[in-house]
């Protein structure tokens, strides 16, 4: 079962920007697109670790501000020829407010 | 499907390069706008007609140079009819007909129908055993040949006469070069390389006879020799005819289209009859007919852009090169170099090591080049006859190549022809030429962009793509490495910087999305090329107007920090003109030992660094640091960094005038502004040159009579000196000079150029003459300079530690424990 946890305002998060949420398991850069989707991944490019969350987004994408790796949001797949992926975690927003499930943190408790 | 019945029909004659390049390009940029038929009378997919020579050397299988497979066609929807030759055009009703008499509709006709073999009009042509060099088929028919027989005659020793003569006797056949001229490809070569040519396939064991003409096919049920004009015989068991081609449009002229020498189409590749387009070896534009790749994927991109309804490219026609593929033969030729009483020469010959070059120029640009054994700068050649670059500044040097010029990067390595496969090429990423060429010759790729997306090799820092490039043509074999004339900003675009930028001014555009609007951009944002190159446009166009788009910055601008490879930041402070005080040096200490700063390291600019900063610790690390007084150093900004200066007349026994003071006054004067690339400035107060100055963007020697002004030099990945832009006698003539031509590349540099290759591209002279030269223009680029930096200089780090700018930036959105 899907346990949503609330994390903020969509206003918090710039359009075509990114914001980091901490968790005990690492950090988890949540996106916000052009049309206020949110997508949350993993702040680790599949590359070299680079913080995805730092990177610039466009359409439904972030390049990795290390090497420029690109990365597709909604499912965290290296875009080809470059491979990788990172892993996703459920996002969504409700009424303005942003809403993040956690696999990992589901799986620990 | 609904879709198939309202979709336009575009009907494609010809299944060769060309055509479905063309095709290629147009499912990039509109997948879904028509039904796509294509009809090629071989019973293949399509193959690259290039590689046909390697094919008969034994060197590459038929396989290895199919490019679409037939699983391709039925990916993407597009039905293929192989084997089908269409017969008749029927304009009027708009439907092409199959020799099967089928009537198939069109809306778009793309006609790529290529080119025929010239077979000469001899007595015997039509004898068993006499064949072109056109196709897979040819070719099957020459390696049954070669096992069967032993002697050859191949009539035209241009490109692919010779390439097939070298094909046959690699398969062992005794081959004579029959030619009509005393010079071997005398379209792409002069005597003397068409000479070394000569010899060095002789010594493989190519038999010549030249200059000779073919008057007879000798033979009653096969082919038993050729009769030349002066009464002599030679035995032959196989004839193949080499001797050119001709753009096949006997289609296009029975339809009624308008053809000369080819089916004559305009700039956008329509032909008289706007429905119908026409690309490749087939077409006549602006007088010329081309036999190469490079043009024909230069035509097949603006077909695309047309037939997706664009509309805004056009083909301005192209400058070609040719390289040999004869293994072991270096040949190198592009454009012309017909002697002329207006043209100019520089010959290099070393008969010894058998290197020729010559290249040819024109008002001061290169319009020619053939280089003959050592062909490693061909493509850098190229590359300025394309760009149409002044070179009279390096003209002594020019025929030694890049790398007398410092232009070769710093590798030191050169020849890619004699690298083996495990050196490294690429050394930002470790790319060594064997995983190029594997991956060249694996997946199909065509071109440097292709290369840098498979392999990252020059995808860094782009020293090596000189290399990459050689390596592209090597495993290819030539006229493909070719990047556009004009190229596009990014993937995004079809459009240059300079279009971007003129286009800005022109409509007034003040935004990112009306930008991408208004120059039809193919992505919905763009990309992390362009956005930052469009940022930087519009804030240097609109100074004052111009909102910042924090989200199309990089990282390191967006905060104001450099990002090191753990995700953590380095802090530099600004030490105007390297000099700094022991409070300053004592609030940089205990910023250090307060946030736990692992590395505290002094910088080639004469400042100092600290590395390892959290992103959340920024703001309290700046705050700290402003109320010391200092302010940003922009370490991480594509805009004034350092001005290095030495002590000058202060201190120095030697010193001829306050270089310090000087560097100071430029750099409180320049700090905050942005700029295409990175700018570094340095001082220095006497020739001695402590600070430098004569590798940086922009550099002062002091002399006694006053200051002299470089700029243009680099020591990063290219190592360049200075040019000498103009001495003056003050330190405010000096500072004006500085401003104005820092303004002007503002102006007009590409964003990422740096500026010795801003000053590469629209010459030395030019500058000078609009920065020193025109005294008026001079302070009217100060002016625009000065009213920038009303809106540039706000120091970016007090903003942001006690004024709340992009506050969200620092913090996490939440912190969350473990559930």
Not at chain 2, 371 to 390: C, E, K, S, V
Request: with cysteine; proline share 4%; hydrophobic share 40%.
């Amino acid at each position: 079962m899907t346990s949503w946890i609330e994390i903020g305002a969509l206003d918090d998060i710039p359009r075509l920007g990114s914001r980091v949420v901490r968790t005990p398991g690492g950090n988890i850069a949540v996106f916000r697109t052009e049309s206020d989707e949110v997508f949350a991944l993993d702040d680790r490019c599949p590359h070299k670790g680079g913080p995805l969350s730092q990177g610039i987004v466009h359409n439904k994408r972030v390049t990795c501000p290390l090497h420029n790796f690109v990365i597709e949001l909604a499912n965290g797949q290296a875009v080809a020829p470059d491979e990788g992926c990172t892993h996703t975690h459920p996002a969504k927003v409700e009424n303005g407010v942003v809403w993040l499930s956690l696999r990992q943190a589901a799986a620990v408790s | 499907m609904l879709d198939k019945v309202t979709k336009q029909k575009l009907v494609v004659i010809g299944n060769g390069m060309a055509g479905i390049r063309t095709v290629e390009a147009l499912l990039e940029r509109a997948p879904d706008l028509y039904d796509i038929t294509v009809f090629g009378s071989e019973p293949y997919g399509n193959y690259n007609r290039i590689l046909l020579s390697p094919v008969l050397a034994g060197e590459k299988s038929v396989d290895d140079i199919m490019l679409n497979t037939l699983d391709w066609y039925e990916d993407n929807n597009i039905t293929l009819r192989k084997g089908e030759t269409i017969s008749m055009i029927d304009r009027r009703t708009c439907e092409v007909v199959t020799e099967a008499g089928e009537r198939v509709p069109y809306d778009r006709l793309l006609i790529a129908t290529g080119s025929n073999p010239i077979m000469l009009p001899l007595p015997g042509k039509e004898l068993p055993g006499v064949i072109g060099f056109r196709d897979i088929y040819d070719v099957d028919r020459m390696i049954k040949a070669s096992t069967d027989y032993r002697n050859a005659v191949v009539i035209g020793g241009g490109l692919l006469g010779l390439e097939a003569a070298n094909g046959l006797m690699k398969r062992g056949m005794n081959v004579t070069v029959v030619h009509l001229l005393d010079t071997l490809m005398e379209r792409q070569l002069d005597p003397v390389a068409g000479g070394l040519l000569r010899k060095s396939l002789e010594e493989r064991g190519m038999v010549f006879k030249m200059p000779a003409q073919t008057q007879a096919i000798l033979g009653e049920d096969r082919v038993t020799g050729v009769r030349f004009g002066d009464g002599t015989e030679l035995a032959a068991d196989l004839v193949v005819m080499a001797v050119g081609i001709r753009p096949n449009f006997e289609l296009a002229k029975k339809a009624g289209l308008y053809c000369e020498r080819g089916i004559v189409v305009s700039d956008t590749m329509q032909t008289y009859d706007g429905r119908i387009y026409a690309v490749g070896e087939c077409v006549q534009h602006r007088r010329q007919t081309y036999g190469l790749v490079a043009p024909l994927f230069d035509q097949a991109k603006v077909c695309a852009n047309h037939l997706a309804m664009k509309g805004f490219a056009t083909y301005d026609g192209s400058v070609t090169s040719t390289k040999l593929k004869v293994t072991g033969i270096d040949l190198f030729s592009a454009g012309d170099f017909a002697p002329g009483p207006d043209k100019e020469e520089i010959v290099l010959q070393d008969a010894n090591r058998g290197v020729y070059k010559r290249i040819i120029l024109k008002d001061k640009k290169i319009v020619g080049a053939v280089l003959y054994g050592d062909t490693i700068d061909g493509p850098w050649y190229f590359q300025h006859l394309r760009d149409g670059t002044d070179v009279s500044h390096m003209r002594e040097r020019l025929v030694f190549g890049a790398a007398n010029l410092g232009d070769g990067g710093v590798s030191g390595q050169n020849s890619v022809a004699a690298m083996s496969d495990e050196t490294e090429i690429c050394g930002c990423n470790g790319v060594c030429k064997g995983a190029i060429v594997k991956a060249i010759s694996e997946k199909k790729l065509f071109t440097l962009d292709d290369v840098r997306a498979h392999t990252k090799a020059s995808s860094s820092c782009g020293s090596c793509t000189g290399l990459v490039e050689q390596v592209l043509a090597f495993t290819l074999g030539g006229d493909y490495s070719a990047a556009p004339k004009v190229k596009p900003l990014c993937k995004c675009t079809d459009h240059s910087h300079d279009d971007v930028r003129r286009v800005i001014v022109e409509q007034q555009l003040k935004t990112i999305p009306a930008v991408m609007r208004f120059m039809e951009w193919k992505t919905l944002n763009g990309c992390h090329s362009c956005r930052p190159a469009l940022n930087y446009y519009l804030l240097a166009t609109w100074p004052g107007e111009y909102r910042d788009d924090q989200q199309s910055r990089f990282i390191n601008e967006r905060v104001h920090a450099n990002i090191q490879k753990d995700g953590t930041y380095s802090v530099v402070p600004r030490m105007w003109g390297g000099v700094t005080t022991p409070s300053e040096l004592r609030a940089i200490a205990d910023v250090a030992e307060k946030f736990n700063i692992p590395t505290v390291k002094v910088t080639g600019g004469q400042r100092i660094d600290l590395l390892g900063v959290k992103k959340e610790d920024l703001p309290a690390v700046w705050a700290d640091l402003n109320d010391a007084g200092m302010v940003s150093g922009h370490a991480y900004a594509k805009g004034l960094r350092t001005v290095k200066t030495c002590v000058g007349s202060e201190w120095c026994r030697f010193g001829t005038q306050d270089s310090t003071g000087l560097g100071i006054k430029l750099e409180k004067f320049m700090w905050g502004s942005w700029t295409p690339a990175k700018v570094k400035l340095g001082v220095s107060g006497c020739p001695r040159n402590c600070a430098e100055a004569t590798c940086k963007d922009v550099g002062v020697v002091c002399v006694d009579s006053g200051y002299e002004i470089h700029f243009a030099g680099a020591a990063g990945l290219h190592i360049k000196g200075t040019e000498y832009l103009a001495k003056v006698e003050t330190e405010d003539e000096t500072l004006e000079v500085i401003v104005a031509l820092t303004q002007l590349y503002r102006e007009e540099g590409w964003y990422l150029e740096r500026m010795y290759k801003w000053c590469d591209r629209v010459g030395l002279e030019q500058i000078r003459k609009r920065v020193v030269d025109d005294i008026a223009n001079r302070k009217a680029l100060f002016a625009r300079f000065a009213h920038s930096q009303q809106f540039a200089q706000t120091d970016p780090w007090a903003e942001r530690a006690s004024r709340g700018v992009d506050r969200n930036e620092f913090a996490p959105l939440a912190e969350l424990e473990l559930a």
